[in-house]
């Protein structure tokens, strides 16, 4: 049943990750995103954990090979000794033990299953790989319970396959390589890779531990991994995929287990598909957030120092997240698709990027540090609890020829049919506080649901609300503050109020701004974390005709992001508004500043204290 279940939930998330994946290229007013049904991400196809993936039982009729420091014995058949080393021939199981610095494994058995034990094993080779499958139809190595393992190579290898430049990891397959177990795995690869498989590689159990001196585990078909505790320290990139020849293979499913990688370049790289949707991930690349990086968005750079990353498609439907990257800690060239999951970033450059559509509709998603937070040639946020912290942006739509944001080596490749680049919301809570603008789009921007807040920015280049086209609003919960040199209002309302108020005064960070009606009972209250002078409210409460009320100060029960809809006491009375329209402005505009967006205030505004 284990093994069905597995399957099921590896292809459901295939499904999702392809219906997500279809172009999402344009949107229709109101925040609705267009499906054209069109899509350049290619199937990501994977095979399934069977029962044998699991199994971790053998029988008494096992053959027995042990290494020593003299050379290496064998009992039992299918088993062939030539000096120190051991050579698998045909089907069966296989114990392994013992110890020797210069010996070698090798299977070698067309066609056949193989089950390999590892039971107290350590085994050190100075020509070559230790482990080396040649051919089988699949080898399953067991990790047998209460035994710890040792795999070492050399520095140079003495090539089996001198062409193909073969094996080129410590514990090497050229064909399907399970490893399963409750026992201990510490493989040291000082040539090149740790644990490699040029088919499938999937780990199912097992304590393994990868140091290598370039990529950590590597499965050129497919690496799926279903269990087990995982600790990658890599040269090169710590888990990777790298099929580029098969647009159906190139993959990294990961559905539980435990990981933690501190790689120098790439956390996780799959040349096609990256699914993820389960266990719990700690992922250090390029040394951190507080590295310095060159920020590369060509695919095959050997620079790029990214957490997550995926060439087509990038999907999370769950799983526990703590990512800090030198350089993007979520990225697609692609598509990339986040349903699930609890996601904790730092980064030096964006929190979470793709080429081709951003969509969220579900999980919790920290960007505790990062340029920019959230960038994607479109955005849709469709649900979901979002925070974010950017040195510029907040979140960006980046498409046209815009390259406010962008560092040097950021890029999008335009994959839709279509050039609009907007961004969609119409669920979630969603907090952004940013030094560049708290949303910029290089289109529209579409809001017919959700809560968003924005803090920020405080310099006069740039706005907490920052759109090339239009901001239609058509429901959800707004608090926007920031500096007005750039404010832009909501350009289009249907079905509730919007109001830009600009203010006489600058307030500090941390003071109270409240919208109420005309009785005092609050309907937006907000604590901005950055001082501001202007700020942009709606809400489904506001209605046209009616008349609100603009508080500073006074005492209000928040949330830990500065937002309150209720228990509210009204502090200084700095204006009345009445909506003679839906969309309004409020307030003092500098000379050489005009507000954008929406309809000028005048009128219909009363300073505080005035009365009707």
Known sequence: MKSFKIFTAALICILVTLLCACGQSNINPGGTAGTD???????????????????????????????????????????????????????????????????????????????????????????????????????????????????????????????EEEPNAAVFSKDDLTINGLGYLEVTARFNNGIGSKDILKITGGVIKVEAADDGIVGRDCLAIDGGEIEVAASGDGLKSTNDEDSEKGNIIITSGSITINAEKDGVQAVNSLLVSGGKHTVTSGGGSGSSSNYS?????????????????????????????????????GTLTVSGGDITVSTGDDGVHADDALTISNGNINVLASYEGLEGLNVFINGGHIIIHAEDD????????????????????FRGDSTASDISITNGYIYVEASGDGLDSNGSIYMSGGTLLVSGPTDGGNGAIDYESAFELNGGVLAAAGSSAMAMNVSKAAGQGAVMVIFDQTYSAGETIALTDRDGNPIVVFKPEKSFNSIVVSSPQMQEGETYLVYAGGQADTDSFGFASDNYTPGELVYEITLSQLVMNAGSVSSGMQPVGGMPGGGDMRPGGMGR
């Not at 070698?108 to 139809?137: M, R, W």
């Not at 997550?308 to 030198?326: T, W």
Request: contains cysteine; aromatic residues 8%.
């Open 37 to 163: 049904g069109s899509s350049s991400t290619p199937a990501a196809t994977f095979i399934g954990f069977d029962d044998s993936d699991y199994n971790t039982s053998y029988t008494s009729q096992a053959a027995e090979i042990v290494f020593s420091q003299s050379g290496v014995s064998a009992e039992g058949s299918g088993v062939s000794v030539e000096g120190n080393t051991a050579v698998i021939t045909n089907d069966g199981e296989y114990i392994v033990s013992g110890q020797s610095q210069d010996g070698r494994l090798i299977v070698d058995a067309e066609d056949c299953s193989v089950h390999i034990i590892f039971n107290g094993l350590t085994l050190e080779c100075a020509t070559s790989a230790p482990v080396y499958i040649k051919q089988a139809d699949k080898t399953i190595i067991t990790l047998n319970e209460g035994t710890k393992n040792y795999i070492t190579d050399c520095e140079s290898y003495i090539y089996d396959d001198a062409q």
């Open 394 to 413: 907040g979140i960006n739509s980046a498409g046209g020829s815009d390259s406010g944001g962008m560092r040097p080596g950021d890029g999008f490749s």
């Open 297 to 333: 968005s060509s695919w095959d750079s050997q620079d790029s120092q990214k957490g997550l990353k995926a060439q087509n498609d990038l999907s999370i439907s769950g799983g526990i997240f703590n990512i800090d990257s030198a350089d993007d800690a979520l990225h697609s060239n």
